[in-house]
């Protein structure tokens, strides 16, 4: 990743930042219902990660998964509506901020059961090998996955098969309130296991979004190229708590001010300094991401509600059999 790659890599991940905490903001003035995850401070992740791949690539996320569909081409305005419940939201208000899904650009779905989504991209990479194509499947889930028996079938078949599947996991130390060191047998719970299953298993600093970019890019490659699914373990943290109802006071505070130190925006503008990129360059991918959000929030604010005669449309293909033959 050269300066200006950094660069929109740093505008992408400001963008994120600011529709997570517009997510909050917007959830406290009781404009947003249900719940919501935020992915603040796991930007790089998914900004790293889609900077090495191809537009006809699949993802699959989980219900954190804000930064991965906005990554993928989401527009803060298509979530932020979506998460209001609003007619022009990317869902057209039946997803909300858990289900994020954007089949047009390959961000197919977001998924609220824990490790549920890792079969099925085992099943689109599966799908690209059938079709003939060098398509790249990419699973990301949290380090709690990792303990559910979803996450081992899939790893089991896609080396079997040889599939190109990358399992990026999101490992920020929790699930929900638990570490994961607390509940798991080895120190790595995603890459620790590949060895099992005879695939690479890499760690990476998952807040340094040229190190996430490089990573995924080299085991793209590889996966393309026939040599079979990867695992990438992810090293990052969450800002927020699990959840809306979650204060996270289960968290040591000298652990949290170590990750605040460690944040993916003040990293990669170390690294733009380093670069040589001036300072108010930087300051102009900001006050732009600041203005996208601003106005993405107004205009969901501004959006109808769904039409109530639109309640059944697009919840089923069409029910025909043609996808049998
Ligand atoms: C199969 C299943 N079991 C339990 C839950 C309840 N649950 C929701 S999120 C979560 C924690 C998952 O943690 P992790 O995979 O580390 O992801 P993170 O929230 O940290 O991104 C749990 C247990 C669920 N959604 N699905
Ligand atoms: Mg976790």
Redesign the pocket.
């Known amino acids: 990743m050269d300066a200006a790659g950094l660069l929109t890599a740093y505008e992408r991940m400001a963008v994120i930042r600011r529709t997570e905490k517009a997510a909050h903001d917007l959830f406290l003035q009781g404009l947003v219902k249900g719940t919501t995850?935020l992915a603040a401070g796991q930007e790089a992740v998914a900004v790293g990660a889609s900077a090495a791949l191809r537009p006809d690539d699949y993802v699959f996320a989980?219900?954190?998964g804000h930064h991965h569909a906005l990554a993928r081409g989401a527009t803060p305005q298509e979530c932020l509506a979506e998460l209001m419940s609003r007619a022009t939201g990317l869902c057209k208000a039946k997803g909300g901020s858990m289900h994020l899904t954007k089949a047009a650009t390959g961000m197919l779905g977001s998924y609220?059961?824990?490790?549920?989504h890792l079969p099925m991209a085992v099943g689109a990479a599966w799908s690209a090998r059938l079709r003939g194509t060098d398509q790249l499947a990419v699973a990301f889930?949290?380090?709690?996955?990792t303990n559910?028996g979803a996450f081992h079938e899939s790893l089991n078949l896609a080396a079997v098969w040889k599939l190109p599947v990358l399992f990026v996991c999101?490992?920020?130390l929790?699930?929900?309130y638990t570490p994961?060191a607390d509940v798991t047998a080895v120190p790595r719970p995603a890459a620790d296991r590949a060895p099992a299953y005879g695939i690479p298993g890499e760690v990476v600093d998952g807040n340094d979004v040229m190190a996430v970019e490089e990573a995924v890019e080299r085991l793209a490659r590889r996966a393309r190229g026939g040599d079979g699914p990867a695992v990438l373990e992810a090293a990052t943290y969450?800002h927020f708590g699990?959840s809306r109802a979650d204060p996270a006071a289960y968290r040591p505070a000298e652990e949290v001010e170590r990750w605040l130190a460690h944040d993916p925006l003040d990293l990669a503008r170390g690294r733009l300094a380093e670069l040589g990129v001036a300072e108010a360059t930087v300051a102009e991918a900001d006050d732009r991401a600041r203005a996208v959000v601003e106005r993405a929030v107004e205009a969901a604010k501004a959006a109808p509600p769904p039409e109530p005669r639109e309640a059944l449309a697009d919840v089923w293909a069409d029910g025909g059999a043609a996808w049998r033959t």
């Open positions: 995850h989980t219900y954190r609220a059961i824990v490790g549920s889930f949290g380090d709690g996955a559910i999101e490992n920020n929790y699930m929900e994961i969450r699990h």
